[in-house]
């Protein structure tokens, strides 16, 4: 199975029991809402697909993504694209086998989001992992709540209060990765782990991945929570309209705190 078209921004694919997701939007696969639409209905396709024992998230260009588009956080598009990503991202996590990300460029926002959305990472040494919202005066409500459980709450809180990025190296430390290799060594280690796990039996690999779940705990059910406090709470503060204007204007924020 293969699904492109001339305004694609995904392209989806199995080869031999693995499920391949490239996110493709030149030159930094920033996210934009018709971008997130397609990453939607791939991930639907690819879950029907009773081949794929494996699914690796990967990405072209220079970065593996900068995040959302900060046009579609703007008041009249953030209605739409906050419960949007949240659904791309359930369904990453949500999806029924293993999923692998390979991280050959920097991961940021909700690049990183998508990162934390899978259950193994591989990352290529000189790339950078982080979650720099809260430099525009924003938050990111999958972070807010996948972070704590995979670094802890220090680490968290370090990543989501400073919005410092990590490298490649701090990222391992940090629990967020599994591996660090030198990039031109990612696709091949990604694609023989993915190749182990998919010798495995899919119906196993399915209830493997039912039971870190419930490890996991009931994450998603406090998403609707975090959606209301983005656009009720946040959205209604004048620092995170200057958050947005200082941003598209290329210009220092002059924050009011309030």
Not at 242 to 257: D, I, N, P, T, Y
């Amino acid at each position: 199975m293969s699904m492109s078209t001339t305004d694609s921004f995904v392209i989806a694919e199995v080869r031999e029991g693995i499920g391949v997701l490239t996110l493709d939007r030149p030159p930094l696969n920033v996210l934009h809402i018709p971008m997130l639409m397609q990453v939607e209905s791939a991930l639907g396709k690819l879950k029907k697909d009773e081949s794929i024992r494996a699914l690796v998230l990967r990405a072209e260009n220079k970065l593996f993504c900068a995040g959302v588009d900060v046009a579609d956080h703007t008041p009249e598009k953030v209605g739409q694209m906050i419960p949007l990503f949240d659904r791309v991202c359930q369904a990453l996590a949500d999806f029924p086998v293993p999923t692998l990300a390979a991280i050959h460029g920097h991961a940021l926002g909700g690049g990183c989001e998508l990162v934390l959305c899978c259950d193994l990472a591989v990352m290529a040494d000189g790339a950078q992992i982080g979650q720099p919202e809260i430099r525009l005066a924003a938050i990111a409500p999958v972070a807010a709540l996948r972070l704590p459980y995979m670094t802890g709450y220090r680490a968290a809180a370090d990543l989501m209060f400073t919005g410092r990025s990590l490298s490649a190296q701090e990222a391992l430390q940090f629990g967020l990765v599994n591996q660090v290799v030198a990039p031109d060594q990612l696709a091949a280690l990604v694609m023989e782990l993915a190749t182990r796990i998919a010798g495995m039996s899919r119906v196993v690999l399915f209830m493997h991945k039912k039971a870190l779940q419930q490890g996991y705990g009931d994450w998603a059910r406090t998403l609707p929570e975090m959606e209301r406090l983005y656009l009720d709470d946040l959205m209604s503060t004048a620092d995170a309209q200057e958050g947005l204007a200082s941003f598209l204007q290329k210009r220092k924020a002059v924050w009011k705190h309030k």
